[in-house]
Nanobody
Framework: QVQLVESGGGLVQAGDSLRLSCVAS????????MGWFRRTPAGKEREFVA?????????YYADSVKGRFAISRDNAKSTLYLQMNSLKPEDTAVYYC????????????????????WGQGTQVSVSS
Protein backbone atom coordinates (compact mmCIF):
# COMPACT_ATOMS: atom_id res chain seq x y z
CA GLN A 1 0.00 0.00 0.00
CA VAL A 2 0.96 3.62 -0.42
CA GLN A 3 -0.06 6.66 1.61
CA LEU A 4 -0.35 10.00 -0.13
CA VAL A 5 -0.27 13.47 1.42
CA GLU A 6 -0.88 16.60 -0.67
CA SER A 7 0.22 20.13 0.17
CA GLY A 8 0.70 23.48 -1.48
CA GLY A 9 -2.86 24.63 -1.94
CA GLY A 10 -4.04 28.10 -1.06
CA LEU A 11 -5.87 31.25 -2.10
CA VAL A 12 -4.44 33.10 -5.08
CA GLN A 13 -5.54 35.61 -7.68
CA ALA A 14 -6.27 34.88 -11.31
CA GLY A 15 -3.05 34.71 -13.28
CA ASP A 16 -0.97 33.56 -10.32
CA SER A 17 0.91 30.29 -9.99
CA LEU A 18 0.94 27.51 -7.41
CA ARG A 19 2.85 24.26 -7.07
CA LEU A 20 1.17 21.31 -5.43
CA SER A 21 3.18 18.48 -3.91
CA CYS A 22 2.19 14.94 -3.03
CA VAL A 23 4.51 12.90 -0.84
CA ALA A 24 4.16 9.12 -0.99
CA SER A 25 5.15 6.62 1.65
CA UNK A 26 4.72 2.96 2.41
CA UNK A 27 5.64 1.45 -0.93
CA UNK A 28 7.89 1.83 -3.96
CA UNK A 29 6.80 5.16 -5.40
CA UNK A 30 8.72 4.66 -8.63
CA UNK A 31 6.52 1.71 -9.61
CA UNK A 32 3.23 3.64 -9.51
CA UNK A 33 1.72 5.72 -12.25
CA MET A 34 0.49 8.92 -10.65
CA GLY A 35 -2.25 11.39 -11.32
CA TRP A 36 -3.90 14.61 -10.19
CA PHE A 37 -7.66 14.97 -10.04
CA ARG A 38 -9.89 17.74 -8.77
CA ARG A 39 -13.40 18.26 -7.51
CA THR A 40 -14.85 21.68 -8.17
CA PRO A 41 -17.45 23.30 -5.88
CA ALA A 42 -20.21 22.43 -8.34
CA GLY A 43 -18.88 19.02 -9.29
CA LYS A 44 -20.10 15.76 -7.85
CA GLU A 45 -17.33 13.69 -9.33
CA ARG A 46 -13.57 14.06 -9.39
CA GLU A 47 -12.25 15.07 -12.77
CA PHE A 48 -8.94 14.15 -14.29
CA VAL A 49 -6.31 16.90 -14.44
CA ALA A 50 -2.98 15.28 -15.30
CA UNK A 51 -1.21 11.94 -15.19
CA UNK A 52 2.32 10.57 -15.46
CA UNK A 53 3.60 7.07 -16.08
CA UNK A 54 6.17 5.35 -13.88
CA UNK A 55 8.57 4.06 -16.51
CA UNK A 56 9.26 6.75 -19.09
CA UNK A 57 7.58 9.77 -17.55
CA UNK A 58 4.90 10.02 -20.22
CA UNK A 59 2.34 12.65 -19.36
CA TYR A 60 -1.25 13.39 -20.28
CA TYR A 61 -3.40 16.43 -19.52
CA ALA A 62 -7.01 17.41 -19.52
CA ASP A 63 -7.74 19.91 -22.29
CA SER A 64 -8.77 22.51 -19.73
CA VAL A 65 -5.27 22.67 -18.22
CA LYS A 66 -3.07 21.83 -21.19
CA GLY A 67 -0.35 24.44 -21.64
CA ARG A 68 -0.89 25.88 -18.15
CA PHE A 69 -0.24 22.94 -15.79
CA ALA A 70 2.74 20.60 -15.66
CA ILE A 71 2.94 17.30 -13.82
CA SER A 72 6.29 15.90 -12.74
CA ARG A 73 7.74 13.41 -10.30
CA ASP A 74 10.90 13.02 -8.28
CA ASN A 75 11.28 9.33 -7.54
CA ALA A 76 14.25 9.92 -5.24
CA LYS A 77 12.00 12.06 -3.03
CA SER A 78 8.86 9.96 -3.57
CA THR A 79 7.10 13.16 -4.54
CA LEU A 80 4.65 14.13 -7.24
CA TYR A 81 4.23 17.74 -8.32
CA LEU A 82 1.69 19.82 -10.17
CA GLN A 83 2.92 23.20 -11.35
CA MET A 84 -0.10 25.39 -12.04
CA ASN A 85 0.41 28.60 -13.98
CA SER A 86 -2.01 31.22 -15.27
CA LEU A 87 -4.62 30.09 -12.80
CA LYS A 88 -8.26 30.87 -13.50
CA PRO A 89 -11.26 31.09 -11.16
CA GLU A 90 -12.59 27.90 -12.74
CA ASP A 91 -9.51 26.06 -11.43
CA THR A 92 -10.92 26.47 -7.93
CA ALA A 93 -11.26 22.96 -6.52
CA VAL A 94 -9.97 20.40 -4.08
CA TYR A 95 -7.00 18.73 -5.74
CA TYR A 96 -6.21 15.09 -5.09
CA CYS A 97 -3.20 13.01 -6.00
CA UNK A 98 -3.65 9.34 -6.76
CA UNK A 99 -1.49 6.27 -7.34
CA UNK A 100 -2.11 3.55 -9.90
CA UNK A 101 -0.46 0.18 -9.43
CA UNK A 102 0.29 -1.36 -12.81
CA UNK A 103 2.89 -3.74 -14.24
CA UNK A 104 2.75 -1.76 -17.47
CA UNK A 105 5.20 1.08 -17.06
CA UNK A 106 3.96 3.41 -19.78
CA UNK A 107 0.35 3.52 -18.59
CA UNK A 108 -1.13 6.92 -17.74
CA UNK A 109 -4.49 6.59 -16.02
CA UNK A 110 -7.19 9.15 -16.77
CA UNK A 111 -10.19 7.66 -14.95
CA UNK A 112 -10.96 7.67 -11.25
CA UNK A 113 -11.60 3.94 -11.15
CA UNK A 114 -8.14 3.15 -12.51
CA UNK A 115 -6.43 4.46 -9.40
CA UNK A 116 -5.83 2.43 -6.28
CA UNK A 117 -4.81 4.98 -3.66
CA TRP A 118 -5.81 8.56 -2.94
CA GLY A 119 -4.66 11.45 -0.83
CA GLN A 120 -6.96 13.58 1.31
CA GLY A 121 -6.87 16.59 -1.00
CA THR A 122 -5.69 20.18 -0.84
CA GLN A 123 -7.86 23.24 -1.52
CA VAL A 124 -6.98 25.64 -4.31
CA SER A 125 -9.03 28.82 -4.55
CA VAL A 126 -8.56 31.34 -7.35
CA SER A 127 -10.18 34.75 -7.06
CA SER A 128 -10.98 36.93 -10.05
Amino acid sequence: QVQLVESGGGLVQAGDSLRLSCVASGSTFSKYAMGWFRRTPAGKEREFVAGISWSDGSTYYADSVKGRFAISRDNAKSTLYLQMNSLKPEDTAVYYCAALESPVGYIVGVRVWEYDYWGQGTQVSVSS
